[in-house]
């Protein structure tokens, strides 16, 4: 059975402070992978997602950015955060077609 | 514009009574529509997937319509129990990887 895991769960970082979260998917090969974030009471917004190894492609506009170094890895990073950055961060997987996305168990990240 | 809009915001029933939730979009192109659970700090699990050609889907006690002509979802839960606590959202999908998500219906049940 495939499974999805994030760390950290959860992360406290000052403002200026460099960011990287990690995502791998096991039992499955191939995945598209998406990294997505919350704001508290508001829906899921797409960062950036992966049809494969170094394909990376961004969906808004910010100081984050992705990378896909092996096929089930996928890994969100900043140089310097912002308060704004501050959210819930979700990595999840799919494959090809109308398939349902499975969602990890997410980093609560909180920019001071 | 894209927009996927659900309600009620808030909901709050006893357990053991039925409830529907209410999806509208504004998406275009259409691909399909997904029901999704969320424990509160966790990530959201699928309940139902539908496409165009579909009207109705059934997880348990979780059923999802689409009216594709009036760009309408549903999603009914009979006999709720208190595990049923979450908020629901509602996802349509344009294809080529976009999904456009609602801010959901945040669901408490009370015994």
């Known amino acids: 059975s495939q499974t999805i895991h994030q760390w950290p769960a959860t992360l406290v970082q000052p403002v200026g402070s460099p960011l990287s979260l990690e995502c791998t998917v096991e039992?499955?090969?191939?995945?598209?992978l998406y990294w997505y974030r919350q704001a508290a009471g508001r829906g899921l917004q797409l960062l950036f997602y992966?049809?494969?190894?170094?394909?990376i492609s961004s969906e808004v506009p910010q100081n984050l950015s992705a990378s896909r170094p092996q096929d089930r890895q996928f890994i969100l990073s900043s140089k310097k955060l912002l308060l704004s950055d501050s959210g819930f961060y979700l990595c999840?997987?799919?494959?090809?077609?109308?398939?349902?996305?499975?969602f990890g168990p997410g980093t609560r990240l909180t920019v001071l | 514009k894209n927009q996927v809009e659900q309600s009620p915001q808030s909901l709050i029933i006893l357990e053991g009574k039925n409830c529907t939730l209410q999806?509208?979009?504004?998406?275009?192109?259409?691909?399909?529509l997904r029901w999704y659970k969320q424990d509160t700090g966790r990530g959201p699990v699928s309940l139902t997937i539908?496409?165009?050609s579909e009207n109705t889907k059934s997880n348990g006690r979780y059923t999802a319509t689409l009216d594709a002509d009036t760009k309408q979802s549903s999603l009914h839960i009979t006999a709720s129990q208190l595990s049923d606590s979450a908020s629901y959202i509602c996802?349509?999908?344009?294809?080529?990887?976009?999904?456009?998500w609602g801010a959901g219906t945040k669901l408490i049940i009370k015994p």
């Open positions: 999806c509208n979009y504004t998406v275009s192109p259409f691909s399909n």
């Open positions: 996802v349509v999908s344009r294809g080529n990887y976009q999904l456009i």
């Open positions: 999840a997987w799919d494959r090809q077609g109308p398939d349902t996305q499975y």
């Open positions: 992966s049809v494969g190894i170094g394909q």
């Open positions: 539908m496409t165009f």
């Open positions: 039992g499955t090969s191939n995945p598209n």
